[in-house]
Nanobody, 128 residues
Framework: QVQLVESGGGLVQAGGSLRLSCTAS????????VGWFRQVPGKEREFVAAIRRSEGITYNADSVKGRYTVSRDNALSTVYLQMNSLRPEDTAVYYC?????????????????????WGQGTQVTVSS
């Protein structure tokens, strides 16, 4: 089992920045790819960004490219999502999720169904 806890959400004005953290406990964190998703009421969960367990390979949704950066510190069992130039449409509950990459080739990190573990979410609200 892996437990994930998100933190760092809050209220920010448009154009501002926030950094979300996803801290894991349980299994060996460095085995896992981690994705960030967001969701607003009445809509499906949307992929934001992901990072593989090694080599720093990252992926970003088109809607956040150039504004969001995902990174990880395996020594701290933490993945970060740095969000800059925030817009009101970025308002959502943000979730992190993890999937074990040591069990085989893991493709499609933008699909929420791929992930085995999820955090409880953190609210991000961007005011105009």
């Amino acid at each position: 089992q892996v437990q994930l806890v998100e933190s760092g959400g809050g209220l920010v004005q448009a154009g501002g920045s926030l950094r979300l953290s996803c801290t894991a406990s349980g299994r060996t964190f460095s085995n896992y790819a981690v994705g960030w998703f967001r969701q607003v009421p009445g809509k499906e969960r949307e992929f934001v960004a992901a990072i593989r367990r090694s080599e720093g390979i990252t992926y970003n949704a088109d809607s956040v490219k150039g504004r969001y950066t995902v990174s990880r510190d395996n020594a701290l069992s933490t993945v970060y999502l740095q969000m800059n130039s925030l817009r009101p449409e970025d308002t959502a509950v943000y979730y992190c999720a993890a999937v074990d990459e040591t069990v085989g080739v893991v493709a499609g990190l933008d699909h929420p169904g791929l992930y085995d573990y999820w955090g409880q979410g953190t609210q991000v609200t961007v005011s105009s």
